[in-house]
């Protein structure tokens, strides 16, 4: 296994939310609706949870504080087992959807409340749907006035939604106005001047597996970098209800639920990993430049 991926233990990563919570569904699942939807997150977390501890696998779970909120044994659970507990915000809002305030208010009730919870300090962010971009870059002063100390929200791609498709590619430090954060962008391969996903999600599910997997490979070895991978646990329900969207909002939600999990078990074989509290703690960081100039709050 370490021999395959050039000794380099890679980040695994879980976004903890429910199927409801998904931004492909926010203009047709009410927010009023939430507490009255059957709620699978529970289960399919602690079903991730098993399979991680069949496999000594400890990870980094950023969690949505709505489900925290509703359901603080499974936040216990998780650090119980030795993972690492981070943020997934509170309310899943997309950053440029948001004022600085709201989001600043958001951001300090997540981390208080999962902290409150977990028992752990909460150092990490991930925004729902990777929505640091550039329009949204004054996210970061904001994670660094209220304690963050990471984040993982720049997708360094081109996408409908999200992505920085300039931005680096492996993690560093990135100055800004409030002081210094490290930044710890989703997983990229760079081919012909382009920087293709590799790291998870949608693009686990919808592309060959043998795509993830060399793609890993190739920054592990070739790069001799970790890699960063991102699951959602509504990935691996092919059961959970059926909810409208467009035609593409159905195929990137529920193309190959049913072979996500033996996907996953398959690539916890294939690679060796850790949190990524593991991933950055000690390791020399370059400094990054991220965006061109500071972006200017709403």
């Given at each position: 296994m370490s021999g395959a991926a050039g000794g380099i233990r890679?980040?695994?990563?879980?976004?903890?939310?429910?199927?409801?919570?998904?931004?492909?569904?926010?203009?047709?699942?009410?927010?009023?609706?939430?507490?009255t939807r059957e709620s699978r997150v529970e289960a399919n977390t602690d079903r991730l949870l098993e399979l991680f501890d069949r496999a000594g696998v400890r990870a980094t779970f950023f969690v949505l504080a709505w489900v925290a909120e509703r359901v603080p044994a499974l936040v216990r659970r998780i650090s119980d087992g030795g993972h690492e507990v981070a943020s997934h915000g509170y309310a899943h809002r997309l950053i440029y959807d948001q004022t600085r305030d709201a989001f600043r208010d958001d951001v300090r009730?997540?981390?208080?409340?999962?902290?409150?919870?977990s028992g752990q300090?909460?150092?990490?962010?991930?925004?729902?749907?990777?929505?640091v971009t550039e329009r949204s870059l004054w996210a970061l002063d904001v994670l660094i006035e209220e304690g963050y100390t990471y984040d993982s929200?720049?997708?360094?791609?081109?996408?409908?939604?999200?992505?920085?498709p300039d931005a680096e590619r492996h993690a560093g430090i990135v100055r800004r106005p409030a002081g210094t954060i490290v930044e710890v962008p989703a997983s990229t391969v760079r081919i012909a001047g382009m920087n293709l996903p590799i790291g998870g999600g949608?693009?686990?599910?919808?592309?060959?597996?043998?795509?993830?997997?060399?793609g890993m490979r190739r920054v592990n070895v070739s790069e001799a970098a970790p890699t960063v991978f991102y699951l959602h646990p509504w990935e691996?329900?092919?059961?959970?209800?059926?909810?409208?969207?467009?035609?593409?909002?159905?195929?990137?939600?529920?193309?190959?639920?049913?072979?996500?999990e033996a996907r996953l078990e398959r690539?916890?074989?294939?690679?060796?990993?850790?949190?990524?509290r593991s991933l950055i703690q000690g390791a020399p960081l370059p400094y990054l430049t991220v965006g061109t100039q500071p972006s200017a709050s709403r």
């Open positions: 890679n980040a695994m990563t879980i976004d903890v939310e429910d199927y409801f919570h998904v931004s492909n569904f926010e203009h047709t699942v009410d927010r009023g609706s939430w507490d009730a997540a981390k208080r409340m999962l902290e409150d919870t300090a909460v150092e990490g962010y991930r925004a729902p749907s990777f929505s929200s720049i997708f360094p791609i081109h996408h409908d939604r999200y992505g920085i949608g693009y686990f599910r919808l592309l060959p597996y043998q795509w993830t997997r060399w691996i329900d092919p059961g959970q209800p059926r909810l409208p969207a467009s035609w593409l909002g159905q195929l990137r939600h529920y193309r190959n639920l049913h072979d996500t690539l916890l074989r294939d690679f060796p990993f850790g949190t990524m």
